[in-house]
C-alpha cells in the first residue's frame, strides 16, 4: 500500500493510500526493459535506440520512483507485521520505520 501522511497532522499519525502519481510495476518492467536494450550493444540491423526519449523521461520517472519509495507500508507474506517506511518527512533527515503488529 502506497500511504500519504495528512499534511493536517503535526504528529504524522494519520496515514491516507494514494492511488497514483508513483512508479507501477507495468512502468518498472518496461524501464527495465528499455534500459537493457540502451546498454547493450547497437544491432546494426535493429532499430535505432532513443536515447534522447529516455533522457527526456529520466526527471518524470525519478518523481515517480521517490514517490513509490518515500513513505510505504511492507507486508511480509505470512507475518503479521505491518513495516511502514517513512523515507521523507520533510523536518527529519534520517529514514523512519516503526514495526506494527496487525490486529486479528
Do not use: W
Amino acid at each position: 500500500m502506497k500511504l500519504l501522511i495528512d499534511a493536517g497532522d503535526p504528529n504524522n499519525t494519520r496515514t491516507q493510500p494514494i492511488e497514483s502519481g508513483f512508479l507501477k510495476r507495468e512502468e518498472l518492467l518496461n524501464i527495465y526493459a528499455n534500459c537493457g536494450g540502451l546498454l547493450h550493444a547497437e544491432n546494426p540491423f535493429g532499430k535505432e535506440k532513443r536515447f534522447h526519449k529516455f533522457l527526456s523521461d529520466a526527471p518524470k520517472l525519478m518523481l515517480k520512483i521517490t514517490a513509490l519509495l518515500d513513505k510505504h507500508v511492507v507486508n511480509l507474506l505470512g507475518d503479521n507485521n505491518m513495516i511502514m517506511v517513512l523515507m521523507n518527512l520533510g523536518y527529519e533527515k534520517e529514514v523512519q520505520i516503526g514495526v506494527y503488529h496487525k490486529a486479528q
